[in-house]
């Protein structure tokens, strides 16, 4: 091209030269040579203009090839331009591959391809070249000019071809892509592990619009991904106002988690959900990811454990630990519920008669029988041995709670049929309710005690809390740690009360009586202390210590020729129940050298009467050493006088409250009868709490022997008594009250 143009600017200045000549010298030129000469001229004109115009393209070409190639340099990538037909690869701004002049390969660069690729490369090539694609386009690895693979993004396309439309010219860039593959594997193996993780996953933007579902997830949840995606992020079963207060915490916390459940077919899956957010590298919320972690086999192992120490073996029942459980959780979600506690009375008596495995039966049959009666939201406990414990959510109600105590009383109270017997059983409830009686469970519980072991002391089938109740048990409780400290310290005393002949004023006996002294509260009286310590159980050991004191004494005084007759001992329920009874009175008799003959029990009618049958066995085993038998407060409990015949008895002892009444005539005749029937059956009478000298009289009349009151004495101190009976042996002729007097006893009551 170069020369064509060189050519038409040499014609032209030709043709300018001779035009120049004639301006100058006209002469010259004939009118013959004008017409041509302007005609040439004209032409040399346009030829001008084109080669002009010409030139202007090529520099507007020119500079647009500069304009290009400057921008693929600044961007890198390199530039070939393969002419197919001369075999010539040629390469532009090329640092990076080999660079391949001459080539009959086909691709023309196909030794720097990697020999794996190199199929693909062909097959797109020649797919561009056919006419079918617009345009060449491959990802490949090439070989770098340090040797080393490299991928790169070949894009190219035909720009020259021949009258046929054969490609003869094709140009195209290649680009480094070595890290957007990178980029771009990783990707794919993240993406990879999400899609096969066996831990089913979510993805959701900032508006919780699910964005993303792996395999795992639609397995657990079912549906397809596209059923999921575009739909909002919600968690199973909660419902609008949950998943409100759900999408409020995830916006305050980078990481949230919690355990769900996912019922299906009947079947629970457990799940440990953690969902954490997705920033950009700005720090601003993309999205959030949600792990759903199955710990079914954990939670069912769990669940396995939970039940064994949560549940009462025998019954089935929630146990006592399930139920501070949820006491708990009622308590600190402010849920306004009741405690019924309910208590089996005369349990032991069945366990006892019928053998423990019936009274297992029994509480089991007990058991299903309450709970098929409980509302829904209500949940029954066996709190252990013979405690049951209803808890009534949701109210506050005392009709209602009155009625679920009445229907549960008439529950228990329904006979059991059981091999060939015929079971009744009683119960008392004390119920509290929350807030107003305790804000804990354990003073819950406490309080519902109190107000049970109330309703038991007082013949009620059920008691609601009171405050009042709650200061008895203060008390009670004092009163039982100061029982403890005093057993330790010796606190426990034993006084003596004479009993007199009421014709001889002879001395014939006398009865211990306990006195707790504390160096605090002082005396604290028999009546106060001995029914908490009947209940506590440390009656037993209260017992042992006045039993071991007084034989102590008594053999003491008898050596000493001060006194020869009997010491009486009260025995309360509990001691008389003892198992050992027998052995440890034994023991004690022994240890302190005192023959039984010196030793009478005093035992009430209410005690016996428990259970006459025991009562008569162990009261022929006591009979049998040689030791009395007394029946204390005669009138008072109900005795069957069938079985009075039966129970070796060597006295009964006229309640002071007859002795009270002797003042009218049917007050006598009532203690006339006793001291009949008591001789009818053999039995030596003794009157207690003899305070007067016409009570004497009138005993006298009635022929009562023994006598024992503040008439004659107080209860008298281990001191006190020694000095009673050297005075008594020394005047034994001389009226009593002046005996009294002459000792000047300091009387402690
Ligand atoms: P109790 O066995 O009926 O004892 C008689 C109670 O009447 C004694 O009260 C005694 O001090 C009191 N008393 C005796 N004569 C008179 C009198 O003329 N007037 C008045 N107002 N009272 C009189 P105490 O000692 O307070 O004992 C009360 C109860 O405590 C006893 O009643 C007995 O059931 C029990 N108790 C006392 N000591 C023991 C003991 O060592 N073991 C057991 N298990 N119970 C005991
Ligand atoms: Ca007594
Ligand atoms: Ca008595």
């Not at 024992?708 to 005075?727: C, I």
């Amino acid at each position: 091209m170069p020369k064509k143009i060189i050519k038409i600017i040499a014609g032209f200045t030709g043709l300018f030269t001779a035009f120049a000549c004639y301006a100058h010298q006209p002469t010259l030129l004939d009118s013959d040579l004008l017409i041509p000469l302007t005609l040439a001229s004209l032409s040399l004109m346009v030829a001008l203009v084109a080669v002009l115009r010409l030139r202007k393209s090529q520099v507007a070409l020119k500079r647009s090839e500069h304009r290009f190639k400057n921008s693929i340099l600044a961007s890198g990538d390199a530039v070939w331009d393969w002419h197919i037909n001369e075999q010539r690869l040629e390469r532009i701004n090329d640092g990076l591959f080999n660079a391949i002049d001459h080539t009959q390969d086909f691709p023309p660069n196909r030794s720097n391809i990697h020999p794996s690729d190199i199929e693909f490369v062909e097959h797109s090539l020649k797919k561009h070249l056919s006419g079918e694609t617009t345009h060449f386009e491959a990802s490949y690895r090439a070989k770098d000019a340090t040797g080393n693979w490299r991928w790169v993004l070949d894009k190219g396309r035909v720009i020259e071809t021949d009258s046929q439309l054969k490609p003869m010219r094709m140009m195209g860039t290649v680009k480094d892509i070595g890290s957007i593959k990178q980029t771009q594997e990783r990707l794919n193996l993240l993406a990879n592990c999400i899609e096969n993780l066996s831990d089913p996953i979510v993805i959701f933007d900032s508006n919780f619009t699910i964005v993303e579902v792996n395999k795992t997830f639609l397995d657990y949840f079912g549906g397809n991904a596209t059923n999921h995606i575009g739909m909002l992020y919600k968690l199973p079963g909660h419902d609008k106002r949950q998943t409100q207060q759900f999408y409020q915490s995830i916006r305050k916390a980078s990481h949230w988690h919690k355990e769900l459940t996912l019922n299906k077919e009947k079947q629970n899956t457990f799940f440990s959900l953690s969902i954490d957010r997705i920033d950009d590298t700005k720090n601003n919320l993309r999205h959030y990811i949600a792990v759903y972690n199955d710990i079914t086999d954990n939670k069912q192992t769990e669940l396995a454990l939970q039940k064994l120490t949560n549940r009462d073996r025998l019954t089935g029942l929630p146990n006592r630990n399930q139920f501070f459980t949820n006491m708990k959780s009622l308590v600190s979600s402010k849920n306004r519920h009741a405690l019924l506690v309910f208590d089996l009375d005369n349990f032991k008596k069945i366990n006892d008669s019928l053998g423990h495995h019936a009274g297992d039966i029994l509480l089991c049959r007990l058991a299903s029988r309450l709970s098929k009666r409980t509302r829904e939201r209500d949940q029954f406990y066996r709190l252990g041995g013979d405690e049951f414990a209803l808890v009534m959510q949701n109210t506050n109600d005392i009709h209602t709670i009155t009625q679920a105590a009445k229907n549960f009383l008439a529950l228990i109270e329904a006979p059991f049929h059981m091999s060939g017997h015929e079971l009744v059983i009683t119960s008392s409830v004390g119920i509290v309710l929350f807030p107003e009686d305790g804000n804990t469970p354990e003073l819950l519980l406490k309080n519902a005690d109190t107000a049970m072991y109330h309703a038991k002391q007082h013949g009620n089938r059920y008691l609601f809390f009171n405050d009042a109740m709650n200061r008895q048990a203060v008390k009670r409780l004092q009163i039982e740690n100061l029982i403890r400290y005093g057993l330790k310290e010796d606190h426990f005393k034993v006084f003596y009360q004479p009993k007199m002949d009421i014709n001889s004023g002879e001395l014939v006996g006398m009865e211990a009586l306990v006195r707790f002294i504390t160096p605090n509260k002082g005396l604290i009286s028999p009546a106060q202390f001995i029914p908490i310590a009947e209940e506590t159980g440390q009656i037993v050991e209260v017992g042992e210590v006045v039993l071991e004191k007084a034989c102590r004494d008594v053999k003491d005084w008898i050596n000493r020729g001060l006194f020869d007759g009997r010491v009486a001992v009260n025995l309360s329920a509990k001691q008389f129940m003892q198992p050992d009874l027998i052995g440890s009175i034994d023991k004690i008799l022994k240890r302190e050298g005192l023959a039984s003959y010196y030793l009478e029990l005093e035992i009430t009618e209410g005690t016996i009467m428990e259970d006459p049958k025991d009562a008569i066995r162990i009261m022929n085993t006591l009979s049998a050493r040689g030791i009395h038998l007394a029946i204390d407060d005669f009138g008072t409990g109900y005795s069957s006088l069938a079985y009075l015949k039966q129970f070796p008895l060597n006295t009964l002892k006229v309640d002071k409250a007859f002795i009270d009444d002797m003042g009218n005539e049917k007050g006598k005749n009532m203690v006339d009868s006793i001291v009949t029937i008591a001789h009818n059956l053999g039995l030596s009478v003794v009157a207690e709490g003899v305070e007067y000298a016409d009570q004497v009289e009138q005993l006298k009349e009635l022929n009562c022997a023994t006598v024992q009151g503040y008439f004659y004495s107080k209860p008298l101190s281990h001191e006190q008594f020694e000095q009673f009976l050297l005075a008594h042996c020394k005047k034994a002729h001389q009226p009593h009250r002046e005996i009294e007097k002459e000792v000047k006893l300091s009387l402690v009551q």
